[in-house]
């Protein structure tokens, strides 16, 4: 297998995180920096941010996060979900994905397309960053902790981490040692997914 090939393979959602790594902060966050960068965006556009949160600001992040969510968080989704907040502080740390308003209303795009480039720029940054994870051999998950979103939660997490009020809160990626088993994944057949035309 080619080393991106491994690289995809390797990477899968890791729900039991630790802090054992000999990596230093600012070597993920480096890391993290560089992937981002060369990440591909509509026009060039380049409207995503992210945060890269360590430490006691992490384990503050996902208090407040457990805080919002115990009251907004249907109670089926809280019995599976409070356990990844939980266990997010006990992570390395979390890379928050934003994109900045201002320049998302500057995509040279047409309105109805502005939305979804919107996201699929921040999507294209969550798998990369999600990649370098897992070639630093860390593992995390992808979370959307938004439910609450009208209730000022996405305002109360940057006035927490004193982020511009411009950034739109997109997805929340916890990262750290990967401490848990990998869950066994099912497919659809290849030629279901992908169709070869002409040779
Ligand atoms: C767009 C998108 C949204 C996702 N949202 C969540 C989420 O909110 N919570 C979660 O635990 N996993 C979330 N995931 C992770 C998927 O459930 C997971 O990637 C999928 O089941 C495949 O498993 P794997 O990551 O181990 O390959 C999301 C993934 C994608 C691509």
Do not use: C
């Amino acid at each position: 297998m080619s080393p991106l090939s491994e690289l995809v393979k390797n990477r899968r959602s890791q729900y039991v995180i630790g802090n054992n790594t000999d990596l230093t902060n600012e070597e993920i966050a480096e890391r993290i920096t560089q992937i981002v960068k060369d990440v591909p965006t509509a026009s060039n556009s380049q409207t995503t941010r992210i945060a890269i949160v360590f430490g006691e600001e992490n384990v503050k992040l996902w208090d407040h996060i457990l805080d919002v969510q115990k009251d907004v968080m249907p109670e089926e989704m809280w019995g599976m979900m409070s356990g990844v907040m939980e266990g997010a502080k006990g992570g390395v740390g979390t890379v928050i994905f934003f994109e900045d308003l201002d320049a998302v209303e500057k995509m040279p795009t047409s309105p109805s397309r502005v939305e979804v480039y919107k996201q699929n720029n921040n999507a294209n940054a969550q798998y990369a960053t999600w990649l370098a994870l897992t070639e630093l051999g860390l593992g995390g998950t992808l979370q959307h902790m938004n439910v609450g979103y009208e209730q000022g939660f996405d305002k109360s997490v940057k006035e927490l981490l004193g982020l511009p009020e411009r950034w739109e809160m997109q997805a929340q990626m916890p990262f750290g040692s990967i401490e848990g088993e990998t869950g066994a994944k099912e497919y659809i057949a290849d030629s279901e997914r992908v169709v070869v035309i002409g040779n």
